[in-house]
């Protein structure tokens, strides 16, 4: 089952899917699509005090009525801000006694990683949250050093994970998984937002063939291939069910995986061809009129730099 509960090392389990809050829906009122994610059956919110949603996430949490143990909360500490006082702030925010998973955003503004982790195990000791991680450490020798000098291994490590970067996120991913740390891969349908038209597409539109699913459900189950928890996000109701709906699909075959690897280690497409196919037919219109000023404005100019009087 793709989306089965994932055991943590501290004992804790984790749902395999998280609905996020944060790239574009961050710093707007989103409380309807949570409400919407939430009684369409995500479990697993994922905020952070940089996106500014926690208070629209505490609204959601609210409206559905669900006992708090039916739901996984996850929010990042950002920086500067004493640890203490943010995960306070964080809980009220959230109108919640604790996090389910507490992690550091981006441990390159941290000026100490160790010190903060050691306020972090401070604040899962004093029972405010149950699990706590780390997110977009990609440094081997950084990781290894935490957890030399820590009495609690991160958890989680977040990172941005799909099949364009997975060889260069693979040396970090060994040494999670030799720490028995999730991953948890966000921005993983790249593919199709970022990169669409690229080597990518062929095993994913094959795979997607052969078990009657969507290109996007495929890349989940290739995220849930290499052990890692899905954070996704959505305005669509149409989206968030084909997103839920992996749980009923079969996982991809040994040979699918790989060949999305192989694909993937091609790299996207180059920046000229994917950016025409992200424009939409105004912004393409817009850049044939603005190509042919410039060409007329260009022939004008040459004409007077040839013919000056
Ligand atoms: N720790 C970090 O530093 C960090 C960084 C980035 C993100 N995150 C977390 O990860 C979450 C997800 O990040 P993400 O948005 O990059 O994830 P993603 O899963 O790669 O992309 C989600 C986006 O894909 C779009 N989409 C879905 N199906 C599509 C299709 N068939 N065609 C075109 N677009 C499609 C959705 O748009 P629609 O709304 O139109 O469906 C949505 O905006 C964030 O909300 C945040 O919680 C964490």
């Known amino acids: 089952m793709p989306l089965e509960p994932i055991s943590l090392n501290d004992g804790n389990k984790i749902p395999a899917i998280a609905y996020g809050t944060g790239s574009k829906m961050k710093f707007h009122d989103i409380t309807q699509y949570i409400e919407q994610a939430i009684e369409m059956g995500f479990s697993h919110i994922d905020t952070a005090v940089f996106y500014q949603t926690e208070k629209y996430v505490g609204k959601a949490i609210k409206e559905s009525g669900l006992a708090r143990s039916e739901l996984f909360i996850t929010t990042k500490y950002p920086r500067e801000v004493p640890i203490q006082k943010s995960v306070k702030e964080s809980l009220a925010n959230l109108g919640l006694q604790y996090l389910d998973l507490y992690l550091i955003h981006q441990p390159q503004f941290i000026p100490d990683l160790v010190e903060a982790w050691k306020e972090f195990e401070k604040v899962q000791q004093d029972g405010l949250v149950k ?60 593919p199709i937002t970022t990169y669409p038209g690229g080597p990518v597409d062929a095993p994913l539109r094959a795979a997607a063939h052969r078990i009657g699913a969507t290109p996007t459900q495929v890349i989940f189950l290739w995220v849930r291939a290499k052990g890692a928890v899905i954070v996704t996000t959505t305005t669509s109701e149409a989206h968030m069910a084909e997103y839920l709906a992996v749980a009923e699909l079969p996982a991809l075959t040994d040979e699918e995986v790989a060949s999305i690897d192989a694909a993937g280690a091609k790299g996207p497409p180059s920046g000229i061809v994917t950016r025409l196919r992200l424009m939409n037919t105004k912004e393409k219109l817009l850049g044939v009129v603005a190509g042919t000023m410039f060409m007329v404005y260009g022939a004008f100019g040459l004409g007077r730099l040839m013919y000056p009087y």
């Open 131 to 190: 699990s706590i991680g780390i997110s977009n450490v990609l440094n081997v020798q950084q990781l290894e050093h935490l957890i030399k000098v820590s009495k609690v291994t991160p958890a989680v490590n977040q990172i941005e994970l799909h099949p364009y970067n997975y060889h260069k996120m693979k040396s970090i991913m060994d040494t999670c998984s030799k720490h028995n740390i999730v991953v948890e891969a966000y921005s993983s349908l790249a």
